[in-house]
């Protein structure tokens, strides 16, 4: 999970904060927001629920924000955003989304985001933007600092959002608003859901199928209580988000991503378009088009540590001689595999899946191996 901030300020609450505290959530401090990291069943339960039937997850503290252009021009606006990110926003369909990072001048990672554009009539030149919630001060900042004249920022602090994923999701969804089994994957449209407008995206952080599903505030507590009574729903906290993504293989901004790695070493080249590729334009293209071209010098990895101890984030990783290779970024118990999973950042000489590794725990060093990645198959719906 991305850093609790810290600060005397008091913490935000999300509009589905007094839902959170009936459910008997422990609640912490994240991101500036008070928060739910796990209900009274467990990490443990919420985590296999979510696998087998459907989990519902408040993401009401992520950054939602539209960016519009004057001349009601999609051009216009996919050239802004295409400036700072190296995703091919141009050719985006109406109502299709796509996975990207901001970018700093030299290649790193200033935050990973969601990009859509707005299928809805009488929205031409729309883009809506979904960042994290650790840093959506910074990037709204950011962006705007380097808008074109013609183009705005418009932050929408009022929408909440959840996430509702797992294999039961779409069959959940459908009873409320049949037209949302339609919705393909990385794909959106705007649905009533039991008489409340949403925006709906295929899309989700557990590796499993369902929806991200945002709606004005005041409206959400009702919407998550209706999605709540169906028997196939429990509300999961932020302590199985992070288990379920690290399983998933995904990286979480401020650990696996941040200003010091490249979209090219974290292994997202996957999410730069081949016409960006070639073009660059972008924030770091330089970079990153040589490290396409001669391979990074690290790359991000699975790592499967042998026996039942999980190695934690910032765990030194080793050869079995004994030389330094990398470091741990994210680690835990998975779940779903039933033993320790993690992630981290390795020399390329080392990196091929099965290679032996060592981590050095409290001092001990513990045989582990590169595995591939995800350590529980993805079940989107393609």
């Known amino acids: 999970m991305a850093e609790p901030a810290h600060s005397d300020e008091p913490l935000l609450q999300t509009p589905l904060h007094a839902q959170h505290v009936a459910l008997g959530a422990r609640m912490v401090p994240f991101a500036g927001y008070d928060m739910p990291v796990q209900y009274p069943t467990g990490i443990l339960t919420e985590h296999n629920w979510t696998r087998e039937h459907a989990g519902l997850f408040d993401v009401s503290h992520m950054g939602q924000a539209f960016l519009v252009a004057e001349d009601k021009s999609h051009e216009t606006v996919a050239r802004a955003i295409e400036a700072l990110i190296p995703a091919d926003v141009v050719n985006l369909k109406p109502n299709q989304q796509r996975y990207s990072q901001l970018l700093a001048d030299d290649g790193g990672i200033l935050d990973d985001l969601m990009v859509t554009r707005v299928g809805a009539p009488g929205h031409e030149g729309w883009l809506y933007l979904v960042v994290n919630a650790s840093m959506k001060e910074q990037d709204y900042a950011h962006i705007e600092a380097r808008l ?40 959106s449209a705007d649905v009533q859901i039991d008489g409340i407008w949403c925006h709906v995206s295929r899309s989700g952080y557990t590796g499993e199928d369902g929806f991200e599903i945002s709606c ?22 932020l302590g199985a988000r992070d288990s379920l993504r690290l399983e998933a293989g995904l990286c979480l901004y401020g650990h696996d991503i941040d200003p010091t790695t490249s979209p090219i070493e974290a292994g997202l080249i996957w999410s730069i378009q081949k016409r960006r590729r070639e ?54 118990f998975g779940p779903t595999v039933n033993g320790p999973v993690a992630m981290g950042y390795v020399a390329k000489d080392v990196s091929a899946v099965g290679t032996d590794l060592h981590l050095i725990v409290r001092g001990k060093p513990l045989p582990a191996k590169v595995a591939a990645m995800p350590f529980a198959p993805h079940r989107y719906k393609r």
Do not use: C, H, N, Y
């Open 216 to 237: 004005q505030g005041k409206d959400a507590p009702a919407l998550w209580d209706k999605l709540l009574a169906d028997p196939e729903v429990k509300a999961i906290g």
């Open 279 to 332: 073009e660059g334009g972008f924030p770091g293209a330089e970079r990153v088009q040589r490290e396409i071209k001669d391979g990074a010098a690290r790359v991000r990895v699975g790592i499967r540590p042998e026996g039942r101890a999980p190695a934690r984030e910032g765990t030194v990783i080793t050869t079995p001689d004994g030389r330094e290779v990398g470091i741990v970024t994210s680690g835990g």
């Open 148 to 187: 074109p004249r013609g183009v705005e920022l418009r932050r929408k602090d009022d929408l909440g959002l959840m996430a509702l994923q797992g294999p039961s999701a779409e069959a959940v969804l459908a009873k409320l608003a049949p037209e949302a089994a339609g919705i393909a994957f990385m794909m």
